[in-house]
């Protein structure tokens, strides 16, 4: 089992930045490739970007490629996300994810465990 949290999230004016991060405890971290998933308000959860268990290979949406950078740090049992160049369509719950398959993981249901989310509000 491992129970995820995220923190960071926020009201933020379009242009600007804003850092979520994701604590896990419980089984090993370093076991689990890790996610961020977004559900804006009447719409799916979509997947925003993924990082494998020892953090050297990374993937994200078409969306966000090029403003969000996902990473980790095992030593402290910690997913990020940084978010630059923030736009009123990146306005959702976000949520970190943990999954124990192998590949490129880019689908909710491969991952196993979920956190609660974290609400970002980009206003224009």
């Known amino acids: 089992q491992v129970h995820l949290v995220e923190s960071g999230g926020g009201l933020v004016q379009a242009g600007g930045s804003l850092r979520l991060s994701c604590a896990a405890s419980?089984?090993?971290?370093?076991?689990?490739?890790m996610g961020w998933f977004r559900q804006a308000p009447g719409k799916e959860r979509e997947f925003v970007a993924r990082?494998?268990?020892?953090?050297?290979?990374?993937f994200y949406a078409t969306s966000v490629t090029g403003r969000f950078t996902i990473s980790r740090d095992n030593a402290a049992n910690t997913l990020y996300l940084q978010m630059n160049s923030l736009k009123p369509d990146d306005t959702a719950v976000y949520y970190c994810?943990?999954?124990?398959?192998?590949?490129?993981?880019?689908?909710?249901?491969?991952?196993?465990?979920w956190g609660q989310g974290t609400q970002v509000t980009v206003s224009s």
């Open positions: 419980g089984r090993t971290f370093s076991s689990y490739a």
């Open positions: 990082i494998d268990r020892i953090g050297t290979n990374t």
């Open positions: 994810a943990a999954s124990g398959r192998l590949g490129l993981v880019t689908e909710g249901h491969e991952y196993h465990y």
